[in-house]
């Protein structure tokens, strides 16, 4: 009887206690961004279940297993701009809360997956959230999306000739214009501005920055741009982690977000 109840107890307490985590990859990346750093691989081994992958096209649910806490990685057009990104990271979360109902959400967003996620909240995007966390997001842009710019801001010919040599980049830059200059630093006029003025929801906000060798960021984006302390309506609400990494995703970032995840 004792060991009827214990597992009664067991699974009552992870049903409770349930997370749902969404991982939301940055620009050029690919819900396999967290598969080929290592990150899933890393939650899985700390208790997290993969729960599916959801694409535009609909959700593709991993195997069922015993309850608790989940995640899914989701596909995102990361050319697109950060509003429709946004827009279609609000449905995917919709297809989560018709499986997991009440269950508290937690986004993590990496780079401009960040912002994305950031977006869609206050939008209304969550219908339970619980926390956001962001790994080197630009969350107050970035000199690097200028750049980009004007590397491929060129008139034909130049244009071509630039693309000859440079090859396919060339053209994804050209083809990224939009939601680059959604992550360019944030003035009056730009996304960024508006985006930092709006009421955000009373979640946890948890801010993973890169410093870099000398403090001063990653190599994409800088420090003070990855804290979401210094987004005008979120002023002292965020925690912040420093971590000494490059700012692609790495395989440590997953045993950071199992600690991050089960502290929330």
Known sequence: MKKLIALYLFFFSTTVNADVAVLIHGYLGS???????????????????????????????????????????????????????????RRMLALIEQRHGDEPVILVGHSAGGVVARMALVQGGVRNPKALITI????????????????????????????????????????????????????????????????????????????????????LVPAFSQDMNNVNTLKGRSEVVTTPLSHRLHPSDGRLLSKLLSSQ
Do not use: C
Request: aromatic fraction near 8%.
């Open 136 to 219: 080197a997001t630009p969350h107050l842009g970035t000199l690097r999306a200028v750049e980009a710019l004007e590397e491929t801001d060129d008139p034909f010919p130049i244009s071509v000739v630039k693309e000859f040599f440079a090859g396919d980049l060339y053209g994804v830059v050209r083809d990224s214009w939009e939601v680059l200059l959604d992550l360019t630093p944030e003035q009056p006029g730009s996304l960024l501005f508006w985006l930092n003025r709006q009421p955000h929801p009373e979640i946890t906000y948890v801010s993973v920055v890169r410093p870099g060798p000398i403090g001063a960021g990653d190599e």
């Open 31 to 89: 819900a396999g961004s967290w598969e080929q750093s290592g990150v899933t691989a890393s939650l899985m081994q700390n208790g997290w279940q993969r729960a599916g992958l959801i694409t535009p096209g609909g959700l593709l649910p991993a195997p069922a297993g015993r309850k608790g806490n989940r995640f899914y990685t989701v596909d995102l057009p990361s050319m697109a701009p950060v509003a429709i990104q946004a827009d279609l990271l």
